[in-house]
């Protein structure tokens, strides 16, 4: 279909081992659900959770990683919503920023969330020195 993410099209074919998991994927839209941020580095086409369940099934996945792409900020929503088409086999890696509450990191730890992005690249900044400090104010958290 055009405008949606492309799909494999190379079969497997060895043995995937138990519980293989792709360990980072995005979800993107549906657009009007879930805003871009203005100031992206890329705009990309849809790519839904159903398109990924027929990748990974394709590819023979049991498990899966959705990671918070940089089009939606500190916006977790489309994460939430593609780890939710997952039950029980999903985890997620959030964006956070200094405007984050302790309460959403509870929501974020209690919705399978288990790792968190640093995004200093995805305001063009190439110097690990913000990002460095943002942690570390994290930390403390």
Known sequence: MPGLAPQPSTPVNFDMP?????????IFGPPD?????????YTPPPALPEELAAMHQFCHFERVVVVTPSIYGSDNHATYY???????????????????PEKELEKL???????????????SVTDPGPAQKDWQGYQGS
């Open 82 to 100: 593609g780890m939710a088409a997952f039950p029980g086999v999903a985890r997620g890696v959030a964006v956070i920023d200094e405007n984050t």
């Open 109 to 123: 730890r209690a919705g399978g969330v288990r790792g968190i992005r640093l995004g200093f690249a995805m305001a």
């Open 33 to 41: 659900r879930f805003p871009m941020v203005a100031k992206r580095l």
């Open 18 to 26: 138990a519980g293989a998991c792709d360990c980072h994927s995005h």
